[in-house]
């Protein structure tokens, strides 16, 4: 194992977590495991490649129907905490140590604690992310309840496509979520089992019933390393990729001793379409500030499946998160505006029978407590109903929006952070992704303006952006030559994103391995200069 010295400032969290013990039982885990990653992920490429020369869509799988037509089997229950878990705080990166600690004495029932879509996954922000769980986790917080008394600890690992670039075994980067998952597992599996909170994870991006066999494998191996008993680690799965939507039972049904249940994520699944079959003009996903939204039968499909499904099967299904943020006088307007449109949101949600669902803003949390929820009854999802696009065009508003998030995302990464705020909502990789995949969408298939009758085009993309960018340098408080300069940088980034002839199958994925972000973490941490903020890479 090689592994890199520790980022200034966090010498002592880095010897407290890279210890001896640890990093030998890492690298046993990377060593059993690397091989069955690699694997999975050929099969992504293998699939896509299939879909793209064939022609075909995906179905309901032939080998797997008996799974689907067993009415017996059923998931193992879920412990006592994890029972009635209405409402998490999404987006919930730990490196934050405040927002961390003031999400811990919340109401909320559990934290989606995020090394993931709201996490710039930066070495520093990794180690002070898995220092201050551990730090939870051994009751050292002082202003925080003790770990049995706080809202569970949802714990989200990076997703198969990102790597550590910080540590190798044998030769070879280790995958992001083993490293994650490795820590967190050694240093505070065995505290969280015996203080009846844990071990609880989400699993972000599964596209197969196969990957949910090689977690639930990872699982049990780790749990024999560690003597705990089989079905101590329970996982909820992220189902946010149209592949995965076809495969949710047989994903309850590989992780049954393990599974907490199934989430909907609706920007990184709509994302997904564009991903998969983005080049294919019957699936030009119109534009998503107008026409997307948990009402369209593709996203009200793909939830009824996720709920029945979870519900047959006894599992617990639970909804996306709210990101609008609420104005800070409750008396106000704009107050009780933004809490009427979060509950109509949530209703939708409701209504279909979700277990619960999340929100970003802590203010939010008790009055979604208070909604009551309800069950659905039972009903029939065909393939053409989640493949089902729907019907709507693009405005230029929504165009612009998008450039705008995806350029401000990238800025955030620059930054070293994994979400930001923009116009009322807090934005993160899953909103970033849906718009930058909508405008390399929109070039592709030349789609006209509703407003102008425009033609979306590299060159007016490019005009938009330098428009875009008086208002982006207000919102990201753009006071130096370097920050203008980081700005700069990121449009650049965007605007090759969306120019490329093949699309990139994850930003996240680009992103991390871009000298440009990995340099900007370099200079960062070491304190370059003023303007010498690399230009990206051609």
């Given at each position: 194992?090689?592994?890199?010295?520790?980022?200034?400032?966090?010498?002592?969290?880095?010897?407290?977590?890279?210890?001896?013990?640890?990093?030998?039982?890492?690298?046993?885990?990377?060593?059993?495991?690397?091989?069955?990653?690699?694997?999975?992920?050929?099969?992504?490429?293998?699939?896509?490649?299939?879909?793209?020369?064939?022609?075909?869509?995906?179905?309901?799988?032939?080998?797997?129907?008996?799974?689907?037509?067993?009415?017996?089997?059923?998931?193992?229950?879920?412990?006592?905490?994890?029972?009635?878990?209405?409402?998490?705080?999404?987006?919930?990166?730990?490196?934050?140590?405040?927002?961390?600690?003031?999400?811990?004495?919340?109401?909320?029932?559990?934290?989606?604690?995020?090394?993931?879509?709201?996490?710039?996954?930066?070495?520093?922000?990794?180690?002070?992310?898995?220092?201050?769980?551990?730090?939870?986790?051994?009751?050292?917080?002082?202003?925080?309840?003790?770990?049995?008394?706080?809202?569970?600890?949802?714990?989200?690992?990076?997703?198969?496509?990102?790597?550590?670039?910080?540590?190798?075994?044998?030769?070879?980067?280790?995958?992001?979520?083993?490293?994650?998952?490795?820590?967190?597992?050694?240093?505070?599996?065995?505290?969280?089992?015996?203080?009846?909170?844990?071990?609880?994870?989400?699993?972000?991006?599964?596209?197969?019933?196969?990957?949910?066999?090689?977690?639930?494998?990872?699982?049990?191996?780790?749990?024999?390393?560690?003597?705990?008993?089989?079905?101590?680690?329970?996982?909820?799965?992220?189902?946010?990729?149209?592949?995965?939507?076809?495969?949710?039972?047989?994903?309850?049904?590989?992780?049954?001793?393990?599974?907490?249940?199934?989430?909907?994520?609706?920007?990184?699944?709509?994302?997904?379409?564009?991903?998969?079959?983005?080049?294919?003009?019957?699936?030009?996903?119109?534009?998503?500030?107008?026409?997307?939204?948990?009402?369209?039968?593709?996203?009200?499909?793909?939830?009824?499946?996720?709920?029945?499904?979870?519900?047959?099967?006894?599992?617990?299904?639970?909804?996306?998160?709210?990101?609008?943020?609420?104005?800070?006088?409750?008396?106000?307007?704009?107050?009780?505006?933004?809490?009427?449109?979060?509950?109509?949101?949530?209703?939708?949600?409701?209504?279909?029978?979700?277990?619960?669902?999340?929100?970003?803003?802590?203010?939010?949390?008790?009055?979604?407590?208070?909604?009551?929820?309800?069950?659905?009854?039972?009903?029939?999802?065909?393939?053409?109903?989640?493949?089902?696009?729907?019907?709507?065009?693009?405005?230029l508003y929504g165009l612009k929006y998008n450039i705008a998030v995806g350029i401000l995302f990238i800025d955030?990464?620059?930054?070293?952070?994994?979400?930001?705020?923009?116009?009322?909502?807090?934005?993160?990789?899953?909103?970033?992704?849906?718009?930058?995949?909508?405008?390399?969408?929109?070039?592709?298939?030349?789609?006209?303006?509703?407003?102008?009758?425009?033609?979306?085009?590299?060159?007016?993309?490019?005009?938009?952006?330098?428009?875009?960018?008086?208002?982006?340098?207000?919102?990201?408080?753009?006071?130096?030559?370097?920050?203008?300069?980081?700005?700069?940088?990121?449009?650049?980034?965007?605007?090759?994103?969306?120019?490329?002839?093949?699309?990139?199958?994850?930003?996240?994925?680009?992103?991390?391995?871009?000298?440009?972000?990995?340099?900007?973490?370099?200079?960062?941490?070491?304190?370059?200069?003023?303007?010498?903020?690399?230009?990206?890479?051609?």
């Amino acid at each position: 194992m090689e592994l890199e010295p520790s980022p200034p400032g966090l010498e002592a969290e880095y010897r407290t977590i890279f210890t001896a013990g640890s990093l030998v039982f890492l690298q046993e885990l990377v060593s059993a495991f690397d091989e069955e990653v690699d694997k999975i992920l050929r099969l992504r490429i293998s699939r896509k490649t299939h879909l793209d020369l064939s022609g075909d869509l995906p179905g309901f799988c032939e080998v797997t129907a008996p799974v689907r037509s067993d009415p017996t089997w059923r998931v193992r229950p879920v412990p006592q905490r994890l029972q009635r878990r209405h409402v998490d705080v999404g987006d919930l990166a730990p490196c934050d140590t405040q927002r961390f600690i003031q999400a811990l004495s919340s109401p909320a029932q559990g934290l989606q604690v995020d090394f993931d879509d709201g996490n710039c996954p930066t070495y520093h922000n990794q180690i002070k992310g898995i220092y201050n769980v551990y730090r939870a986790v051994h009751n050292q917080f002082p202003n925080a309840p003790k770990i049995s008394q706080a809202p569970v600890l949802m714990l989200r690992p990076r997703a198969w496509n990102m790597v550590e670039h910080n540590m190798m075994v044998k030769g070879k980067e280790v995958p992001g979520p083993l490293c994650d998952f490795g820590f967190l597992m050694f240093h505070c599996g065995k505290l969280l089992f015996d203080s009846e909170s844990g071990p609880f994870f989400y699993l972000s991006k599964v596209e197969s019933y196969m990957e949910a066999r090689l977690w639930n494998n990872i699982f049990l191996w780790t749990e024999q390393k560690l003597g705990l008993p089989v079905g101590s680690i329970k996982a909820t799965v992220l189902i946010e990729n149209v592949l995965s939507a076809f495969e949710m039972e047989e994903i309850l049904y590989e992780l049954k001793d393990h599974s907490a249940g199934l989430n909907c994520g609706i920007w990184d699944y709509s994302a997904s379409f564009v991903n998969k079959f983005g080049h294919r003009g019957a699936f030009l996903l119109p534009d998503r500030s107008k026409y997307v939204n948990m009402e369209k039968l593709f996203l009200r499909s793909y939830m009824d499946l996720l709920v029945q499904t979870c519900h047959r099967r006894g599992a617990l299904a639970t909804g996306g998160m709210a990101a609008l943020l609420l104005p800070q006088d409750r008396d106000s307007a704009p107050y009780r505006a933004a809490l009427a449109n979060v509950t109509r949101l949530k209703l939708l949600e409701i209504k279909a029978g979700v277990d619960g669902f999340m929100v970003y803003d802590l203010g939010l949390i008790e009055p979604m407590q208070k909604e009551l929820l309800s069950s659905q009854d039972d009903l029939t999802v065909t393939p053409d109903d989640l493949l089902c696009m729907p019907v709507g065009g693009v405005t230029l508003y929504g165009l612009k929006y998008n450039i705008a998030v995806g350029i401000l995302f990238i800025d955030a990464w620059l930054k070293g952070k994994g979400h930001f705020f923009y116009r009322g909502q807090v934005e993160d990789s899953a909103t970033a992704e849906i718009s930058r995949s909508q405008v390399w969408q929109w070039i592709r298939h030349q789609t006209q303006l509703e407003d102008d009758s425009r033609v979306v085009t590299r060159g007016l993309v490019t005009e938009l952006t330098q428009e875009v960018m008086g208002e982006l340098k207000v919102v990201t408080r753009c006071h130096t030559v370097r920050e203008e300069q980081r700005l700069l940088t990121a449009a650049a980034m965007f605007l090759e994103v969306v120019q490329k002839r093949d699309f990139p199958e994850f930003l996240t994925t680009y992103l991390n391995l871009d000298h440009t972000f990995l340099s900007s973490q370099a200079k960062r941490h070491e304190g370059g200069a003023a303007g010498d903020m690399p230009r990206p890479k051609l």
